[in-house]
Each structure stands twice: as C-alpha cells, then as structure tokens.
C-alpha cells in the first residue's frame, strides 16, 4: 500500500513537470492577445516571392 502511494505521488510530479515543458513562458503568455494578430512572415506578398529556377528532368532519349 505504501508503494502504491509513492508511485502515485511520483507520477503526479511526473505529469506536472511534463506539463510545464510545453507551458509558454509567462513572457510570451502575458503578451499574447489572440484578437492583436499580426502574422510575420507568412502575409508576403506573392511579387515578393521569388521564382524558382527548375531543371529538366525528363527523359526524352527514346
């Protein structure tokens, strides 16, 4: 019974340090406004973006 306890206390420490990994900093947190969204890099305007140059590939030697 009492390794049974040990585990689970264990295994409470263990969820909330994973939990906490994956929280935001309090940083990041106490900016973030979900209605102020700027997006960076993503809204490029599509003169902006630059033409790839691609090679032939096919085989046309029949």
């Not at 939990?19 to 973030?32: D, G, H, I, V, Y």
Request: glycine share 4%; no cysteine; aromatic share 20%.
């Amino acid at each position: 019974m009492l390794k049974f306890l040990f585990f689970i206390v264990i295994f409470f420490f263990l969820v909330r340090y994973i939990n906490r990994l994956f929280l935001p900093s309090k940083k990041r947190n106490s900016q973030f406004n979900p209605f102020n969204y700027k997006p960076g890099n993503r809204g490029k305007n599509f003169d902006e973006i630059e033409e790839a140059e691609y090679e032939d590939l096919s085989n046309n030697e029949k």
